[in-house]
């Protein structure tokens, strides 16, 4: 008999520092051919803060956490092989550098699994490590229980750190719902087309990440 939630669980307490949880895809594109998402958190080795913030320390950060995320897909995959179970990884990439929407947003399915909310940053922010994490999901053709969403902020209302941080204002200090537009918090186009001016000297965008590293939550209470 398959117990593959049971399974699901187990691994994750091999890896107890990993957020994780289960999302509903009827937002998604993919919902007619998976039953929901297995997403996941992988907190950044170190806590960066504004004071000792170094972009390239920030890249690393992110790098090492994809390499972790890879380490955990492998696990699961070889599960759901196993029980010959259907699985999408979706990419992480946007497909347009217009748009700059990937096929499957993983911060929606994180908000609709509970694993935290949106800030003003316009990035995933969870209880335990503020937004200092990369997230990464996988379509399952196979149900599982769903988690409860989240659908308002948690930030402070009078919190504005993370705006004042942005050296560009791309964000505009509204307080994220579940209803709202990803244009109503950030101008990601300016974010995307100032990231990007990396690209003639270091052949990648900018990590920049300056308005997750000033948020407090995760390194210490508001
Ligand atoms: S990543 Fe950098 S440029 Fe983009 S919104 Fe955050 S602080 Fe501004
Ligand atoms: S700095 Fe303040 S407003 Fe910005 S994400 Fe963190 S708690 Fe929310």
Redesign the pocket.
């Known amino acids: 008999m398959i117990d593959l939630y049971n399974d699901i669980l187990e691994v994750f307490k091999r890896h107890i520092d990993i957020l994780f949880g289960i999302s509903n895809i009827d937002f998604s594109a993919f919902k007619s051919n998976y039953k929901c998402a297995l997403v996941f958190a992988v907190p950044h080795k170190e806590l960066l803060s504004i004071n000792n913030y170094k972009e390239e320390k920030f890249e690393s950060l992110i790098c090492e956490a994809r390499d972790y995320i890879d380490v955990l897909l492998d696990e699961i995959t070889t599960l759901l092989n196993a029980y010959k179970i259907q699985y999408y990884i979706p990419p992480v990439a946007q497909t347009s550098e217009e748009t700059l929407i990937a096929p499957f947003s993983f911060k929606f399915a994180s908000v609709n699994a509970g694993l935290g909310w949106i800030?003003?940053?316009d990035v995933l922010?969870t209880e335990k490590y503020?937004?200092r994490v990369r997230l990464s999901a996988i379509l399952i053709n196979y149900d599982l229980p769903i988690g409860s969403p989240i659908t308002m902020?948690k930030?402070?209302s009078a919190?504005?750190?993370?705006?004042n941080a942005c050296p560009h204002t791309a964000l505009s200090g509204r307080q994220w719902n579940i209803g709202i537009k990803r244009e109503e918090l950030i101008d990601f186009r300016l974010c995307n087309q100032k990231r990007s001016l990396f690209l003639k000297t270091h052949y990648r965008k900018n990590s920049c990440g300056l308005?997750m590293i000033?948020?407090?939550?995760g390194i210490m209470k508001?």
Request: hydrophobic share 25%.
């Open positions: 800030g003003k940053n922010i503020g937004p902020s930030c402070p919190c504005n750190i993370c705006v308005c000033s948020c407090p939550l508001l």
